[in-house]
């Protein structure tokens, strides 16, 4: 009698149709199985890990949306020369109900920008509040407060928002 060869099987799911968030399940063997790995982008003289591609690729995976390292690859093209900070906040901003399109993302860019813009041009006179804090303060319950005393995280604490603080920086620069 012959012993049979056991091979253990994982399974995987992947996206079939990202706008329904169709998925479908595929065996897989866990020696082909290779986790995916943080990707790099290839600089001049170094190479480095942009924080907008985990941000992407969290999204990505909230969304079901399978993200090819193609598409990240387009992607990485697409937003060469933006400031990565930049990047960040308009996806995390961006209210989207679908996986964005790198298009999405650049008129995100374009809209943040013209906010600050209008924002600093008003700035001479009036705080004007992004809409997204109370008078430029919002709610933290955790970290800690001015004096290093640790935040209290059934009351938590205030603190200034970026829009008041870039306010408050145009302000005293005029």
Avoid at 82 to 105: H, M, N, T, Y
Avoid at 128 to 135: D, N, R, T
Avoid at 153 to 163: E, I, L, P, V
Wanted: one cysteine or more; glycine letters at 6%; charged letters at 30%.
């Amino acid at each position: 009698m012959k012993a049979a060869k056991s091979i253990d099987f994982s399974f995987q799911t992947r996206s079939t149709e990202p706008k329904t968030g169709g998925m479908e399940m595929e065996r897989i063997n866990p020696e082909e199985f290779k986790p995916q790995e943080h990707r790099e982008i290839e600089q001049p003289s170094k190479r480095l890990l942009a924080k907008w591609i985990t941000v992407v690729e969290q999204i990505a995976h909230d969304k079901h949306y399978d993200l090819t390292p193609e598409a990240l690859q387009f992607w990485t093209h697409k937003l060469h020369g933006i400031a990565d900070d930049e990047i960040c906040d308009a996806l995390l901003l961006g209210r989207w109900k679908f996986f964005p399109s790198v298009d999405d993302v650049l008129e995100q860019i374009d809209k943040i920008a013209n906010e600050n813009r209008q924002r600093a041009q008003s700035s001479q006179r009036k705080f004007i509040s992004c809409g997204k804090c109370e008078e430029g303060w919002v709610p933290v319950f955790i970290g800690h407060t001015a004096g290093g005393n640790m935040v209290d995280q059934k009351f938590g604490a205030m603190k200034r928002c970026k829009c008041f603080t870039q306010w408050a920086l145009l302000r005293k620069a005029a």
